[in-house]
């Protein structure tokens, strides 16, 4: 299927590794233009060093805890790429909270970057998205958002990822009439090399067989699994999708969601 993202010009925070990483590289494979923000510059330097062998990728340091720095950075990616089709949601507190545990910190934080930064990158976009002739919102969630994930996470991250759906499902409602689609995805379990689901297995193998097993195929989901949806439901090919929220778990949860 060609998604028709050929010249399409995508906006992904944090999309320098974990998930925004091969998010990143299925829009490039699929044509699209891509530009990214992170915190570190050698992360971004590596990440567009491999990026720019794929098709054409930019990219600039933005915290997405700090608002001025999150609307810079979406108008500069929006100037320097002459529009914005395609804006995702990526960017979470949710590693930088498991060092903190329970209290102000990890709430503050998952506030500031899960909802008002991802709140404040989409209103910022919006006047370039209102130019698309295909403009899409994805926001990356969690299944921890909807059913109780028994993991070693703090409480902010499913309730902010939850307000994150939210918020989703209402611009869906308001941008839509102006040609603005906005869909969540709550992926399971991912595994990735180097990242969370790799640390439970090194550090807390108990709980990762444990969540191996929950799932009908014994295995956890990958990061091609995750970056597929998204770049459909990025596409035009899903105009007719608007305020979903698409679970991409294999299987793990439980819930039948007539």
Not at 191 to 213: C, L, N, T
Not at 243 to 248: F, L, R, T
């Amino acid at each position: 299927m060609d998604l028709q993202l050929t010249g399409k010009k995508a906006l992904i925070s944090a999309g320098h590794k974990g998930l925004g990483s091969f998010i990143a590289k299925r829009l490039l494979e699929e044509g699209a233009i891509v530009a990214i923000c992170c915190r570190k510059e050698e992360d971004l330097a590596a990440a567009l060093e491999e990026y720019n062998t794929l098709g054409h990728a930019i990219g600039s340091i933005c915290d997405f805890s700090e608002p001025s720095a999150v609307k810079q950075w979406t108008k500069d990616s929006g100037a320097q790429l002459d529009g914005i089709d395609i804006c995702i949601g990526n960017a979470s507190a949710s590693g930088q909270n498991l060092k903190y545990g329970e209290g102000l910190e990890p709430w503050m934080k998952s506030i500031n970057i899960d909802i008002l930064g991802n709140a404040l990158f989409y209103e910022t976009a919006k006047p370039f998205l209102l130019e698309s002739t295909a403009a899409s919102i994805v926001q990356i969630a969690t299944i921890t958002a909807i059913e109780h994930h028994d993991v070693p996470i703090t409480p902010s991250y499913g309730a902010t990822k939850a307000a994150a759906i939210r918020m989703i499902s209402h611009l869906a409602q308001t941008w839509g009439v102006d040609g603005i689609r906005a869909n969540s995805i709550s992926p399971g379990p991912i595994f990735v090399e180097g990242h969370r689901w790799d640390d439970i297995r090194s550090r807390m193998p108990d709980i990762y067989e444990r969540d191996v097993a929950m799932h009908p195929q014994k295995r956890m989901g990958t990061g091609d699994e995750v970056a597929d949806v998204v770049a459909f439901l990025a596409s035009s090919r899903s105009s007719w999708i608007n305020g979903a929220n698409i679970v991409v778990d294999g299987g793990y949860t439980k819930g039948v969601n007539f």
